[in-house]
């Protein structure tokens, strides 16, 4: 197991079946990353069916290259670091559809025992949020949801991106303060700056 990064001793042991050929393996695996993966590509591609090319694409090289996997990053990073190359190839191959999507909603599902004023209000926070961070530029976008949606640490970020740490710090400062800007701009009825 490699403690370095705090990677599970399971995906370490499930990518190790996949070495072997081992199919439920692999299953099992696409099973734990297919659906954050597919919302990590859909921040680089705003058409559906290319974004589950790509999913496709990331989890048949990652099938291909799990004898590849070095261990000097998490799985994880590994993982998305195979996504964001095969989402950018999707987008040279999609040159007139090059807009990004937005990320997915998070509060699209009501919670159980609210009541529909509450969940109303909720709706249109996260609208408004989704609104903001589609006008935010792509790098500011990606930075967001690997820090908040994924949790990612800095350094795998780094390592992600191929950029410093203090520039991924850097990053998210300025993302930060560009969500705050559109959801005020939003909030008061102000034109996009």
């Known amino acids: 197991m490699d403690t ?4 599970s001793g399971t995906e370490q042991e499930l990518l190790a079946s996949v070495v072997g050929g081992h199919m439920a393996a692999f299953e099992e695996l696409y099973r734990r990353y297919d659906k954050r993966v597919f919302r990590y590509i ?7 069916a290319a974004a589950e090319e790509a999913l496709s694409d990331t989890m048949l090289a990652v099938w291909q290259g799990a004898g590849s996997y070095s261990r000097t990053s998490r799985i ?3 993982i998305f670091g195979i996504a964001r190359h095969k989402a950018l190839d999707a987008m040279r191959r999609n040159v007139r559809r090059q807009q990004e999507v937005e990320l997915d909603r998070a509060a699209d599902l009501a919670h159980p025992g609210t ?41 795998d970020i780094a390592l992600l991106l191929g950029i410093p740490v203090n520039t991924v ?22 034109p996009v700056t």
């Open 115 to 155: 009541n529909p004023i509450d969940q109303i209000q909720r709706d249109q926070v996260a609208d408004l949020t989704k609104k903001a961070i589609d006008r935010l530029s792509h790098n500011h976008r990606e930075i967001l949801f690997l820090v908040f949606y994924e949790e990612l640490p800095y350094e």
């Open 76 to 78: 994880s990073t590994w």
């Open 4 to 7: 370095t990064h705090g990677q």
């Open 42 to 48: 859909c921040t680089f591609l705003h058409d559906r």
């Open 169 to 190: 710090k850097t990053r998210v400062f300025y993302a930060k303060q560009q969500l705050k800007q559109q959801l005020s701009s939003l909030q008061s009825g102000e």
